[in-house]
């Protein structure tokens, strides 16, 4: 488990800064927050379906300049192997852009980290322990 979050954090940890662990809960879901919502259902969708080159596609530029294609099969194998099916994302808000999410898992539930670069494509993928 702990090669399956050094992992997840190398694949994203580039993306997060220090700001997104502390989110506020919006009143009512923001424009970007509802885009957000859209990319993390598809984001789970293709997780579960293991179509991971469609969920790669989704993915910026910045993104795909630090993540190989390989490298995401790699840890979309290993998500799925130790953690099973991601059966619900609950938002728990956003800051600075970036949208928390309750991610919960068959096995396990995770903080998931999810944001949008200039052209719509995600920037921030990030997956950890819950806090």
């Known amino acids: 488990m702990k090669r399956f979050f050094a992992t997840a954090a190398l694949l994203t940890g580039l993306f997060v800064s220090a700001n997104a662990q502390t989110t506020t809960k919006p009143a009512a879901p923001s424009p970007e927050m509802i885009k957000l919502d859209s990319l993390t259902k598809l984001s789970q969708r293709f997780l579960n379906e293991q179509k ?42 956003i800051k600075d ?30 997956m950890k322990p819950s806090e």
């Not at 999410?101 to 494509?121: M, V």
């Open 97 to 126: 852009g970036i949208a928390k999410y309750k991610a919960t898992f068959t096995n396990a539930a995770l903080d998931f980290y999810i944001s949008r670069d200039a052209e719509g494509k995600i920037a921030t993928f990030l």
């Open 52 to 93: 991971v080159d469609s969920l790669y596609a989704l993915m910026g530029a910045a993104f795909k300049g630090q993540i190989s294609p390989e490298m995401m099969k790699q840890v979309a194998s290993q998500v799925s192997g130790q953690l099973g099916k991601w059966t619900a994302a609950e938002p728990v808000g």
